[in-house]
Protein backbone atom coordinates (compact mmCIF):
# COMPACT_ATOMS: atom_id res chain seq x y z
CA UNK A 1 0.00 0.00 0.00
CA UNK A 2 0.82 3.50 -0.45
CA UNK A 3 -0.46 6.15 0.86
CA UNK A 4 -0.40 10.14 -0.32
CA UNK A 5 -0.97 13.28 1.39
CA UNK A 6 -1.81 16.50 -0.84
CA UNK A 7 -1.36 20.07 0.86
CA UNK A 8 -0.22 23.93 -0.50
CA UNK A 9 -3.80 24.36 -1.83
CA UNK A 10 -5.53 27.43 -1.12
CA UNK A 11 -6.83 31.01 -2.76
CA UNK A 12 -4.60 32.95 -5.06
CA UNK A 13 -5.01 35.52 -7.05
CA UNK A 14 -4.85 35.16 -10.55
CA UNK A 15 -1.26 35.47 -11.97
CA UNK A 16 -0.15 34.47 -8.70
CA UNK A 17 1.74 31.12 -7.68
CA UNK A 18 1.16 28.11 -5.36
CA UNK A 19 3.04 25.47 -4.81
CA UNK A 20 1.63 21.77 -4.21
CA UNK A 21 3.06 19.08 -2.45
CA UNK A 22 2.30 14.93 -2.01
CA UNK A 23 4.01 13.12 0.43
CA UNK A 24 4.05 9.60 -0.24
CA UNK A 25 4.27 7.19 3.00
CA UNK A 26 3.94 2.81 2.86
CA UNK A 27 5.53 0.86 -0.33
CA UNK A 28 7.41 3.75 -1.51
CA UNK A 29 10.00 1.47 -3.39
CA UNK A 30 7.55 0.27 -5.83
CA UNK A 31 5.84 3.52 -7.15
CA UNK A 32 6.60 3.97 -10.62
CA UNK A 33 5.25 7.43 -11.17
CA UNK A 34 3.65 10.23 -9.43
CA UNK A 35 0.99 11.77 -11.41
CA UNK A 36 -1.24 15.15 -10.27
CA UNK A 37 -4.76 15.55 -11.22
CA UNK A 38 -7.52 18.03 -11.29
CA UNK A 39 -11.49 17.87 -10.82
CA UNK A 40 -13.37 21.26 -11.46
CA UNK A 41 -16.93 20.94 -10.19
CA UNK A 42 -18.82 19.49 -12.99
CA UNK A 43 -16.27 18.66 -14.65
CA UNK A 44 -14.18 15.08 -15.42
CA UNK A 45 -10.59 14.76 -13.93
CA UNK A 46 -8.35 16.03 -16.07
CA UNK A 47 -4.30 14.72 -16.01
CA UNK A 48 -2.10 18.25 -15.43
CA UNK A 49 1.54 16.57 -15.06
CA UNK A 50 3.49 13.46 -14.38
CA UNK A 51 7.28 12.51 -13.09
CA UNK A 52 8.76 8.92 -13.28
CA UNK A 53 10.24 8.38 -9.73
CA UNK A 54 13.53 7.14 -10.45
CA UNK A 55 14.57 8.59 -13.70
CA UNK A 56 12.88 12.00 -12.81
CA UNK A 57 11.13 12.11 -16.74
CA UNK A 58 8.14 14.52 -16.76
CA UNK A 59 5.02 14.98 -18.70
CA UNK A 60 2.68 18.25 -18.98
CA UNK A 61 -0.81 18.71 -20.22
CA UNK A 62 -0.98 21.68 -23.33
CA UNK A 63 -3.15 23.27 -21.08
CA UNK A 64 -0.58 24.07 -18.19
CA UNK A 65 3.10 23.63 -19.88
CA UNK A 66 5.31 26.49 -19.77
CA UNK A 67 3.45 27.22 -16.38
CA UNK A 68 3.21 24.61 -13.89
CA UNK A 69 6.36 22.64 -13.00
CA UNK A 70 6.18 18.75 -11.42
CA UNK A 71 9.10 18.09 -9.23
CA UNK A 72 10.49 15.31 -6.62
CA UNK A 73 12.72 15.00 -3.82
CA UNK A 74 13.51 11.15 -3.43
CA UNK A 75 14.30 11.54 -0.12
CA UNK A 76 11.60 13.17 1.40
CA UNK A 77 9.38 10.65 -0.79
CA UNK A 78 7.59 13.93 -2.02
CA UNK A 79 6.56 15.18 -5.16
CA UNK A 80 5.78 19.19 -5.98
CA UNK A 81 3.45 21.18 -8.34
CA UNK A 82 4.59 24.67 -8.79
CA UNK A 83 1.78 26.46 -10.19
CA UNK A 84 2.60 29.95 -11.77
CA UNK A 85 0.63 32.75 -13.24
CA UNK A 86 -2.61 30.80 -12.36
CA UNK A 87 -5.45 31.56 -13.97
CA UNK A 88 -9.25 31.29 -13.49
CA UNK A 89 -9.70 28.25 -14.98
CA UNK A 90 -7.03 26.40 -12.68
CA UNK A 91 -9.41 26.29 -9.99
CA UNK A 92 -10.15 22.53 -9.20
CA UNK A 93 -9.45 20.10 -6.21
CA UNK A 94 -6.28 18.97 -7.26
CA UNK A 95 -5.22 15.40 -6.48
CA UNK A 96 -2.02 13.57 -6.41
CA UNK A 97 -1.78 9.71 -7.52
CA UNK A 98 0.79 6.93 -7.93
CA UNK A 99 0.78 4.02 -10.40
CA UNK A 100 3.20 0.76 -9.85
CA UNK A 101 3.56 0.18 -13.70
CA UNK A 102 4.88 1.66 -16.77
CA UNK A 103 2.53 -0.15 -18.90
CA UNK A 104 -0.13 2.76 -19.97
CA UNK A 105 -0.21 6.36 -21.10
CA UNK A 106 0.85 8.71 -17.95
CA UNK A 107 -2.36 10.82 -18.43
CA UNK A 108 -4.69 8.07 -18.28
CA UNK A 109 -5.99 8.21 -14.43
CA UNK A 110 -7.30 4.40 -13.80
CA UNK A 111 -3.73 3.11 -14.26
CA UNK A 112 -2.61 5.06 -10.52
CA UNK A 113 -3.53 3.02 -7.98
CA UNK A 114 -3.59 4.86 -5.28
CA UNK A 115 -4.55 8.14 -4.34
CA UNK A 116 -4.73 11.30 -2.02
CA UNK A 117 -7.73 13.00 -0.72
CA UNK A 118 -7.09 16.18 -2.47
CA UNK A 119 -6.07 20.13 -2.16
CA UNK A 120 -8.17 22.84 -3.32
CA UNK A 121 -7.15 25.17 -5.44
CA UNK A 122 -9.08 28.63 -5.65
CA UNK A 123 -8.06 31.60 -7.97
CA UNK A 124 -9.81 34.76 -7.90
CA UNK A 125 -10.22 37.17 -10.88
Known amino acids: QVQLVESGGGLVQAGGSLRLSCAASGRTLSIYAMAWFRQAPGKEREFVAA????????FSADSVKGRFTISRDNAKNTVYLQMNSLKAEDAALYSCAARLKSNSDYAYDRAYAYWGQGTQVTVSS
Open 51 to 58: ITWSGGRT
